[in-house]
């Protein structure tokens, strides 16, 4: 009897609307905001460097710039939602993903559906009105992340990283296409290399931290199936590629080149040394750590360097 009150209670409780401060949170987490706020530091990094190239003072691309700050936010929070959708039932397994909104119920699934299809709509016509290459690569963006990663290659290959990083690379590509058609210079190819390489490592040292958790889930990680000697070799080829990428900023600046240069090295070195000292869960934390610093200094420098050369070109 007491268990069935409880049970009613309950569901009378769920049913309740939801307070503004709470809703607000669950639509955040909905739609992954920080990884919104990470990859837009990624456009801005494609953006700035493509107006410092063509000697553009940012106050005559304003309009653009705000197009493909506020276009790009959208897409890349619909992605978020429709992730979150389509990965509720590996969500519920997963301690570091059971409370997100669409596993508890906080938000329905009609509702999140609903949310991402208007969010991606809206944010690829505003990209358009930056440039309408820069909508292309928003499309594109959304449907890798959302067909080849989230609905196929998450479940069934240790590739799943790989193929997700192509759609995480994409955002600088967005960032330049809003000012310039010109998709072959060597600055935003380093961009472009530099965030599908770095993402490797990155994730490769999240799911050696959450190992039981994928495994447990059925998640084909690079660690879960073929162990941790095989990440750290995998990890380590990829941060010799991304130490050969840095060169591609050499004909345009070498402060980034040697900034890139320093970082990607240094990241290697720590890889190498802690994976010999250290514990491998301590080693796995240390190098996702290295790795957030890793982009946000580098991008950051990218974007002030080209923002203050835009001004005095």
Known sequence: MRSSVKTDKSIKESSLPIP??????????????GIVKSNVIA?????ALALYVNGISPLTKLPEVIFALIGSSLVIGAAGAFNNLYDRDIDAIMDRTKNRPTVTGRMELKSTLTLGISMALLGLIILALASPLAAVFGLIGLFIYVVPYTMWSKRKTIYNTEIGSLSGAVPPLIGWAAISPNMLHPGI???????????MPHFYAIAIRR???YKAASVPMLPVVKGLRRTYIQTNIYLVALIGASFLFASLSIGIMMAALFFSTAWLVL????YRKMSPEKWAKTMFIFSLNHLTILFVTIILYSFVGSFFK
């Open 43 to 47: 456009m801005f990094a494609g953006l």
């Open 20 to 33: 503004k401060q709470a809703l607000s949170k669950v639509l955040a987490e909905t739609i992954k905001t």
């Open 271 to 274: 890889s190498i040394v802690g």
């Open 189 to 199: 190819i380093g961009l472009f290399l530099i965030m599908v390489l770095w993402q």
């Open 211 to 213: 190992h039981d958790e």
